[in-house]
C-alpha cells in the first residue's frame, strides 16, 4: 500500500533544519516533496558534517526521499517556473525570514492568485508579526527565549540547551500537524490558507507543565536536574556501572521498591511518608537514594524491579540505542539507498499505520538532481527550454 499522504504534491523552499524536518515528516506519509535549491550551492545544510562518502549526514538524516531541483530565484524565467508548479502542488513549505518570500515574489498573496487551494506554511524563529518578527534565531535564540533552556540542566549549574534541536524540530512538527489540519480543512472549504509557525512560539507550548505552574503559583520553575518537580523517585539515579531510571507514581509502588531493595526502613521513615513529603525533605532523600542505586549494577536493578512491575529503563546512549532490539524490531533504525554513496543508515519513522504504511527508502539527492525530470515530467518542457535554462543561469 502507498502511504497516507500519497498523491500529494509538496513545494519546499526550505532549508537548514526547521523547514526540511517538516517536509521530511511529509515525504515519510508518502507525499511527494520538491526542494527548490540554489544553483551552485544548495542547502547550506549540506555542508554539515560528519560526511559519508562525502555524503553531509546532516543533510540527509532530514532530506530523504525527496526530491531536489535549482532554481535561481531572482531569474525572470525560474519565476515563471515556481509560479506553474505552485498550480500543481497542494502545499507550499518556507523557512525564510518574514518578508523574504514577498520580496522575492513568493509571498502568500502572490502564490494564493496562481492556487486559491494551495496550503502555505512559514517557519520563522518569532512568526510573521510581533515585535521580533525580523529578528534572526536559531535552535538556542528559541529554546532561550522559549523558555526551554530555563528549566534545563542541573540546580544551581550554568544554563544548559536540550541536547538535540528542539526548538527547530519543534516547529517542524507543530508545522506539520498544521499543515495536515489545513488539508483537511480544505476538503471541506475547497479554499487553501497560510499557516504560520514560529519556533519560540513551539517552545512555549512545549514547555506547558513549566509554563502552567507559573500561571497557577506565580513561583518561577527552575532546573530539576533528571528529577519530576511534583513526584520523587521520578529520576535517573547512578548504579554500580551506570544510570536507571525509576519511576514510582502510586505510594504501593514506593513501598515495594522499598521491600524489594531491603530498605524498609525508609517506610517509616517520617520524611519520606509521600511525594510532597520527600520532595519537601529532598536534599537528605537524593544521597540517601544515590547510596542505595550504587549498590547494584542497571541490569541487576532491571531483573529485580522489572518482574515486580516497577518502572524503570536503563539510561542509553546513541550506541545502545541503535544496538537494541527493540529499537530494531520497531524498524527505528532503517537503511536508505543513496545512487553514489550505496546503502547508508538513518532513523526511522515512529508513526506505524496499519495499512498505509511509511516507506523510508530512498537518501537524500544531490543538489538538482531531479530537475530535469521534474521540468519535463511535471512542466513538460524539453531538453532543449532546459539547456536554455541553464545557459541563461536560471537553473
Request: with cysteine; net charge neutral; proline share 6%.
Amino acid at each position: 500500500m502507498p502511504g497516507p499522504l500519497e498523491g500529494v504534491k509538496v513545494l519546499s523552499f526550505a532549508r537548514a533544519l526547521a523547514g526540511p524536518f517538516c517536509t521530511m515528516l511529509l515525504c515519510d506519509l508518502g507525499a511527494e516533496v520538491i526542494k527548490i535549491e540554489e544553483p551552485g550551492k544548495g542547502d547550506t545544510a549540506r555542508r554539515n558534517g560528519p560526511f559519508i562518502e562525502g555524503i553531509s549526514s546532516y543533510f540527509l538524516s532530514v532530506n530523504r526521499g525527496q526530491k531536489s531541483i535549482t532554481l535561481n530565484l531572482r531569474h525572470e524565467r525560474a519565476k515563471k517556473i515556481v509560479f506553474q508548479l505552485v498550480k500543481q502542488v497542494d502545499i507550499l513549505v518556507e523557512n525564510f525570514r518574514p518578508g523574504v518570500m514577498e520580496r522575492l515574489g513568493f509571498g502568500y498573496e502572490a502564490i494564493r492568485q496562481q492556487n486559491p487551494k494551495l496550503v502555505y506554511a512559514s517557519l520563522s524563529g518569532f512568526g510573521q508579526k510581533g515585535p521580533y518578527a525580523q529578528k534572526p534565531a536559531y535552535d538556542m535564540i528559541a529554546q532561550g527565549m522559549g523558555g526551554t533552556v530555563s528549566i534545563t540542566g542541573e540546580p544551581g549549574r550554568p544554563p544548559v540547551r536540550v541536547g538535540y534541536s528542539i526548538g527547530d524540530m519543534g516547529a517542524g512538527l507543530f508545522s506539520a500537524i498544521a499543515i495536515l489540519a489545513a488539508l483537511h480543512e480544505k476538503e471541506k472549504s475547497g479554499e487553501g490558507q497560510w499557516i504560520d509557525v514560529a519556533m519560540v512560539d513551539s517552545q512555549v507550548a512545549l514547555c506547558e507543565n513549566a509554563l502552567i505552574r507559573y500561571l497557577a503559583t506565580g513561583q518561577v520553575p527552575t532546573p530539576l536536574g533528571t528529577r519530576h518537580p511534583l513526584n520523587t523517585p521520578f529520576q535517573i539515579f547512578p548504579t554500580k556501572d551506570g544510570y536507571l531510571v525509576l519511576i514510582t507514581i502510586p505510594e504501593a509502588e514506593w513501598q515495594k521498591f522499598c521491600k524489594l531493595a531491603g530498605r524498609e526502613d525508609l517506610l517509616s521513615d517520617p520524611r519520606f511518608q509521600s511525594h510532597k513529603d520527600r520532595i519537601a525533605h529532598y536534599q537528605a532523600f537524593e544521597p540517601l537514594m544515590n547510596e542505595l542505586m550504587k549498590t547494584k549494577t542497571t541490569a541487576e536493578w532491571l531483573a529485580l524491579l522489572e518482574p515486580a512491575g516497577i518502572m524503570c529503563g536503563p539510561m542509553n546512549n546513541m550506541a545502545q540505542v541503535v544496538n537494541d532490539p527493540h529499537i530494531r524490531e520497531r524498524e527505528m533504525i532503517v537503511e536508505v539507498e543513496h545512487h553514489r554513496a550505496g546503502k547508508l543508515k538513518v532513523a526511522g519513522t515512529p508513526m506505524k499505520f496499519s495499512r498505509t504504511a511509511c516507506k523510508i527508502e530512498k537518501a537524500s539527492p544531490d543538489a538538482g538532481e531531479h530537475t530535469v525530470e521534474v521540468l519535463s515530467g511535471m512542466l513538460g518542457m524539453s531538453s532543449e527550454d532546459i539547456e536554455n535554462l541553464a545557459a541563461e543561469g536560471a537553473v
